[in-house]
C-alpha cells in the first residue's frame, strides 16, 4: 500500500519560514515527478511545485523566489521550504506522488495534506 504522510506544518507570522516533508512508502518513486499543491478555505486545489526524477524543478508565479522544492531519491522523501511566507500561502498543502499533469493538477498518489497557517 502507497502512503504519502506530510509533515512540517504549522503556524508562522507573516514573512517567517516553514518546511514541509513528505515521506513515501509502499513503492519507490525515483523514476517519477513529485511535487506540492495546496487547497485553501473555499478554493479548488492549485499547483505549487513539481520536481522530476533529475532535480528539475518548476513553480507556480505565486511562490517563485519564495520556495524550494527538493527530492531525496535515497530516502523516497520530498521537501518543500518556504520562506517569506504571506498570509495568502495559508492552506493545506498536499505532497503528491507520480506527478502526470502539474498543470491539471493530477498525480496518482496524494497525502492527506498538512495545515500552514500564516497569521499577519
Known amino acids: 500500500q502507497v502512503q504519502l504522510v506530510e509533515s512540517g506544518g504549522g503556524l508562522v507570522q507573516a514573512g517567517g519560514s516553514l518546511r514541509l516533508s513528505c515521506a513515501a512508502s509502499?513503492?519507490?518513486?525515483?523514476?517519477?515527478?513529485m511535487g506540492w499543491f495546496r487547497q485553501a478555505p473555499g478554493k479548488e486545489r492549485e499547483f505549487v511545485a513539481v520536481i522530476s526524477w533529475n532535480g528539475g524543478s518548476i513553480y507556480a508565479d505565486s511562490v517563485k523566489g519564495r520556495f524550494t522544492i527538493s527530492r531525496d531519491n535515497a530516502k523516497n522523501t520530498v521537501s518543500l521550504q518556504m520562506n517569506s511566507l504571506k498570509p495568502e500561502d495559508t492552506a493545506v498543502y498536499f505532497c503528491?506522488?507520480?506527478?502526470?499533469?502539474?498543470?491539471?493538477?493530477?498525480?496518482?498518489?496524494w497525502g492527506q495534506g498538512t495545515q500552514v497557517t500564516v497569521s499577519s
Open positions: 509502499g513503492r519507490t518513486f525515483s523514476s517519477y515527478s
Open positions: 503528491a506522488g507520480r506527478v502526470i499533469r502539474y498543470y491539471r493538477n493530477e498525480a496518482d498518489y
